[in-house]
T-cell receptor, first 113, second 116 residues
């Protein structure tokens, strides 16, 4: 158990819908990262927050947004869902902004029908 | 440009033998970190080992060691005395310290199967 929690574990929804994925980092970690794992794209970095502020953006679609709250938990919002958004979404956390090991949560498996 | 390359999509190893999983990387950043993660069939990503670009010695963590050859830009994972529970996908990843943020760039992974 990495200490990072993610809810829900599984999510099945329809195209056009909107979902919210939630992540709680390890106690003491200030950085939260979101990654998407799909068969065709592999593991891709989406976005990073550090202590409530956005720090880096990767290949995140405009339909996707994220935030980190004062209690350091983070949410990833996916809207206008398409079939191709079906993937495993990971949250990871680390103590610092750049140089620490990232520990991953168990992931949320999203299926868009 | 692909920055992390894992050339072995799948590998087999006999239980109790050692196995090496290959990883090459490309970066112009003078300071970077290299990581290996394990992903069992259950899906979670488990951190195994880390090597910093300025570390003089190869990293070791129990049965895992990282064969770091900086000039060749390779960071191979060596698993000694393989166990059935080592069957999983293994991902090599890199973080460029001076790149924005701390994002990890992953390779495509190697699926390891341990035979009894």
């Amino acid at each position: 158990d990495s200490g990072v929690t993610q809810t829900p574990k599984h999510l099945i929804t329809a195209t056009g819908q909107r979902v919210t994925l939630r992540c709680s980092p390890r106690s003491g970690d200030l950085s939260v990262y979101w990654y998407q794992q799909s068969l065709d794209q592999g593991l891709q970095f989406l976005i990073q927050y550090y202590n409530g502020e956005e720090r880096a953006k990767g290949n995140i679609l405009e339909r996707f947004s994220a935030q980190q709250f004062p209690d350091l938990h983070s949410e990833l919002n996916l809207s206008s869902l398409e079939l191709g958004d079906s993937a495993l979404y990971f949250c990871a956390s680390s103590v610092a902004e750049r140089e620490e090991t990232q520990y991953f949560g168990p992931g949320t498996r999203l299926l868009v029908l | 440009a692909q920055k992390i390359t894992q050339t072995q999509p799948g590998m087999f190893v006999q239980e109790k033998e050692a196995v090496t999983l290959d990883c090459t990387y490309d970066t112009s950043d003078p300071s970077y970190g290299l990581f290996w993660y394990k992903q069992p069939s259950s899906g979670e990503m488990i951190f195994l080992i880390y090597q910093g670009s300025y570390d003089q010695q190869n990293a070791t963590e129990g049965r895992y060691s990282l064969n770091f050859q900086k000039a060749r830009k390779s960071a191979n994972l060596v698993i000694s005395a393989s166990q059935l529970g080592d069957s999983a996908m293994y991902f090599c990843a890199m973080r460029e310290v001076y790149n924005q943020g701390g994002k990890l760039i992953f390779g495509q992974g190697t699926e390891l199967s341990v035979k009894p």
